[in-house]
């Protein structure tokens, strides 16, 4: 095989963040009496996310501050008078509760059996191992990685310097990262110099931002490129 390593993005990879996310909003605003509106506060909500995960990507802010701005800023455009940490946090915790994994996931993860599989995730500590508990997938995992706990996040190279350095790995070219965001899984792994593979399921065009040196579209997709890396090395 080509690659001994594989270093996978989690939401949006192995888990769907949007049915995810939907819920875990839906519960929090219907918990502060807001069940009405809820599909027009979720879509201001995901613009003002959006923006500011854009700004962590660029280290122009920080996942602490993310945690509760995004709530900030959704309740001064709303005009709702509510506490946007104690929100955020609460937010947070009913996330960790859910569990949404991709079709096909399991049994990709299953056929790298032998190899080394890690997780690398843009994301709060807690929340993600809660979610991959919660999975039964934590043991097929070596290792999970959080930009929480690292102090840096994709596309950083020095969040995969960490990573590689816990992992004891020396030779870069038999690692891959795959995941589905080309200006965080895909850069991060061209800026660190090594191999990457985009999973874009629903086929979104590529802007230019980062070469990924695979694309797939279903995570049988991703087993028959493995397959032809084994028969190619």
Sequence with gaps: MK????LFD???TLMDFGE???NAFTNV????GFPNGLTD???SYRAISTVL???LEQGRTTLADLKTERFRRLFLERGLEIDAEQFGQMYLDLLGKEVHLIDGVTSMLHSLNGARIAVLTNGFKDVQLARIAASGLTDTFEAIFTSEEIGFQKPQPEIFEHVCKQLQIKDKSRVLMIGDSLSSDIRGGNNFGIDTCWFNPN???NNGLAQPTYEIHDWKEFQMVITQTIASS
Aim: glycine share 0%; proline share 0%; hydrophobic share 20%.
């Design 41 to 43: 506060y979720r879509d």
């Design 29 to 32: 605003f219907t918990t502060h």
């Design 10 to 12: 989690l939401d949006d």
């Design 20 to 22: 995810t996310e939907k």
């Design 203 to 205: 086929r979104k065009e």
């Design 53 to 55: 995960w854009e700004d």
């Design 3 to 6: 690659y001994d390593v594989f």
